[in-house]
C-alpha cells in the first residue's frame, strides 16, 4: 500500500506570497493532520480534518488554513508569507479519527522556505 | 497541558554499543497513548511503536526495547548493539484519547539525535 504523499516537496517563495500544499493519505485513511517543523519550535500541531471538516486545530494564526476533499485528500495553504513560516511541513494520515487504536502515519515533508 | 521531555538532545556511539533515549511525559488524562518516531535525514517520520496508558508491559522488536512506567512518567527507548542505519532523530510524542471532544493530537518532544560512528 502507497504511503502518505506530499507535493511539492521543495517550495520557494518570498514574503506576502500565498502557498499551497498537497497532501494524500494512505488509501483507506480518512483522517489527515498537518503538522509544522521548526528548528526553534519543533514538531507542532497545525489542524486536522476528517470526513472534510475540520475537527481539531493547533495555535496557529489565520494565515494558516486547510481543507479536506471526499477522497480524504487535504491542502493547506498558508497566506501572507512571513519569514518565520520557513519549516518543513509534515502531514500524517490515520485511518479514523475517534478510534483509540489509530495510529498517525507521516508524509516525507515539504519543506517551505520563504526569503 | 500535555508535556513531553527528551532531555538528551544528541548522543553519539560508536556501532554495536546499546544506546537508551529517554522521554519523560506530563498528562492529566488517564487514557493516553505514547509514541515513538524516528525520522531519519530525508525528513520522513516513522513511526515505531504505539503503547498505551493502560498496558505497561515492554516490549521488544528486534534489536528495539521499549521501557513504559508510568509510576514515573517514562516511556523509554533502547537500540541494542547500535547500528550506522539507526543515526537519525528520534522522537517521542503523547497523544490524549478523548471519545467527548474528538481531540486527537500528537504532542512531540525535542527529539534526541542519534549519531552511530562506524
Known amino acids: 500500500k502507497a504511503g502518505v504523499t506530499q507535493t511539492p516537496r521543495y517550495l520557494i517563495k518570498t514574503r506576502g506570497q500565498q502557498v499551497t500544499l498537497s497532501c494524500s493519505p494512505i488509501?483507506?485513511?480518512?483522517?489527515v493532520s498537518w503538522y509544522q517543523q521548526t528548528p526553534g519550535q519543533g514538531l507542532q500541531f497545525l489542524f486536522e480534518?476528517?470526513?472534510?471538516?475540520?475537527?481539531n486545530k493547533g495555535n496557529f494564526p489565520g494565515r494558516f488554513s486547510g481543507r479536506q476533499f471526499s477522497n480524504s485528500r487535504s491542502e493547506m495553504n498558508v497566506s501572507t508569507l512571513e519569514l518565520g513560516d520557513s519549516a518543513l511541513y509534515l502531514c500524517?494520515?490515520?485511518?479514523?479519527?475517534?478510534?483509540?487504536?489509530?495510529?498517525?502515519?507521516f508524509g516525507p515533508g515539504t519543506r517551505l522556505t520563504v526569503l | 497541558a500535555q508535556k513531553v521531555t527528551q532531555a538528551q538532545t544528541e548522543i553519539s556511539v560508536v556501532e554495536k554499543e546499546d544506546v537508551t533515549l529517554d522521554c519523560v511525559y506530563e498528562t492529566r488524562d488517564t487514557t493516553y497513548y505514547l509514541f515513538w518516531y524516528k525520522q531519519p535525514p530525508s525528513g520522513e517520520l516513522v513511526f515505531l511503536i504505539r503503547?498505551?496508558?493502560?498496558?505497561?508491559q515492554n516490549e521488544i522488536s528486534g534489536r528495539y526495547s521499549w521501557n513504559f512506567q508510568k509510576s514515573t512518567s517514562s516511556f523509554n527507548f533502547t537500540i541494542t548493539a547500535s547500528q550506522v542505519v539507526d543515526s537519525a532523530v528520534y522522537f517521542c510524542a503523547l497523544s490524549e484519547a478523548n471519545w467527548d471532544t474528538g481531540r486527537r493530537a500528537l504532542t512531540f518532544g525535542s527529539g534526541t539525535r542519534l549519531q552511530v560512528q562506524p
Open positions: 480534518y476528517f470526513s472534510e471538516t475540520q475537527r
Open positions: 500524517a494520515s490515520s485511518l479514523e479519527q475517534m478510534t483509540r487504536t489509530d495510529t498517525q502515519y
Open positions: 488509501s483507506g485513511h480518512r483522517s
Open positions: 503503547r498505551n496508558s493502560f498496558d505497561e
